[in-house]
C-alpha cells in the first residue's frame, strides 16, 4: 500500500480511521471505519471528559491503529469538539500518543471547517468559480466554511452539535417516548439561536452536507433506494424527518431502516441542526457527500508534504 496516509479522529460521538492514498489526485479509499464512543458525554455540564468515555475512546483508537498499522507511511491523529473544550484534554492527549505513537493534534473550529471543506470539495463535481458552502454538524459543534478553491475564504464554528443539543433538551434522546411540543419548541428556538451567526456568510450557490448527521439522515430517508452519495436533502424534507423522528420513541427509531442503533438517540438533533443552519443560510437543499473531515485533512497534508517535496526533494508523503 505505498502511499498511504491514515488519521485518527476523535469526535464527540464517534472514533473513526480512514487509510487512504490520493497523489495523483483521486482519493483511493483503502479503510474506513467508525466506532461510537461518545466521548463527549458530560463535557457541556463538567467541562470535562469522563473515566468511561476516555476508556471506550481510547480502546476505539487501540483497534484503529491495529487496524492500519503497517499499511501507511504516516498516520495522524486529531481530536475535535470535545477535546477542544475539555479542561484535561492534556492528560488525554497523552494517552493517545502513548497508544499511537504521534501526537494528537487538536484541531480549532476553523482547522476543522477548513478540513471539512476540503473533504466535501473533493466528493463534489467540479464546478470553476462556483461558490460552495459545506456543512458539517458533529456531535459536539457545527462548521461552516464557503469558498471557491480548495481553502475557504470564510468559516465559522458553531458550539452546537447533535449530543450537545440532546443533552441540553434530553427529552430529543427518546428514552421517555415521542417528544412533547414543549421540548420541541426549546430545541428548534436553541438551535435557531444557536446558529443564527451562520446568515453573516450566505450567498454560497450549492451546499455540500457533511458529516454523520447528513448521512444518517439520507440513509433514513433514502432507505432501499440506493446510494447517499450526492443525493439531494431538501430542508423542507429535513423538517418533516425532524417531526417523524419526534413521533418516535428510541426503540421505534432503531427499528427503523437506515438508522444506526448508535446514532438514534442524537439523530432528531442532527436532523434538526442542518434544517436550521439551512434555514439561517436561506438554502432550500444541499447535497450529501462521502468526503468529509477525514478525507480533508489528509488531502491537507499531502498538499504541504508536496511542497516540501519540491522544495526540498524529500517531503512527498511517498518518499518518507
Not at 65 to 74: D, I, N, P
Not at 201 to 224: E, F
Not at 253 to 262: I, N, S
Request: proline content about 3%.
Amino acid at each position: 500500500m505505498s502511499g498511504y496516509l491514515a488519521v485518527i479522529s476523535i469526535g464527540t460521538n464517534s472514533t473513526r480511521v480512514l487509510l487512504a492514498d490520493a497523489h495523483d489526485g483521486r482519493p483511493h479509499v483503502a479503510v474506513e471505519r467508525s466506532i461510537g464512543t461518545r466521548l463527549g458525554e458530560g463535557v457541556g455540564e463538567s467541562g470535562m471528559l469522563g473515566e468511561e468515555p476516555m476508556e471506550r475512546t481510547l480502546e476505539a483508537v487501540r483497534v484503529h491503529a491495529g487496524s492500519v498499522r503497517g499499511h501507511y507511511l504516516r498516520l495522524y491523529a486529531i481530536a475535535t469538539s470535545a477535546v477542544r473544550r475539555a479542561t484535561n484534554r492534556d492528560a488525554f492527549s497523552r494517552a493517545v500518543e502513548r497508544i499511537t505513537g504521534v501526537p494528537l493534534r487538536v484541531l480549532s473550529g476553523e482547522e476543522e471547517a477548513a478540513a471539512s471543506f476540503r473533504g466535501a470539495l473533493a466528493s463534489l463535481p467540479p464546478s470553476s468559480g462556483t461558490l460552495t458552502g459545506a456543512i458539517d454538524v458533529g456531535g459536539g459543534s457545527t462548521e461552516y466554511a464557503i469558498g471557491e478553491g480548495n481553502l475557504p475564504q470564510r468559516s465559522l464554528s458553531v458550539e452546537l452539535g447533535a449530543v450537545r443539543l440532546t443533552e441540553a433538551v434530553p427529552e430529543l434522546g427518546g428514552q421517555y417516548g415521542p417528544i412533547g411540543e414543549g421540548p420541541v419548541e426549546r430545541a428548534r428556538a436553541l438551535a435557531g439561536e444557536r446558529l443564527a451567526p451562520l446568515s453573516a456568510l450566505r450567498g454560497a450557490q450549492r451546499i455540500a452536507l457533511v458529516g454523520g448527521s447528513a448521512t444518517s439522515a439520507a440513509s433514513l430517508i433514502r432507505a432501499k433506494r440506493g446510494r447517499i452519495e450526492r443525493y439531494e436533502l431538501t430542508r423542507e424534507r429535513l423538517e418533516a424527518t425532524f417531526v417523524r423522528l419526534c413521533a418516535l420513541g428510541i426503540e421505534e427509531r432503531r427499528a427503523l431502516e437506515g438508522v444506526k442503533a448508535q446514532r438514534a438517540d442524537i439523530l432528531p438533533a442532527g436532523v434538526l441542526i442542518l434544517a436550521s443552519a439551512l434555514e439561517c443560510l436561506k438554502m432550500e437543499s444541499a447535497t450529501v457527500t462521502a468526503g468529509d473531515l477525514l478525507l480533508g485533512y489528509l488531502l491537507q497534508q499531502q498538499d504541504a508534504l508536496a511542497v516540501a517535496r519540491h522544495q526540498g526533494g524529500t517531503g512527498g508523503w511517498w518518499n518518507r
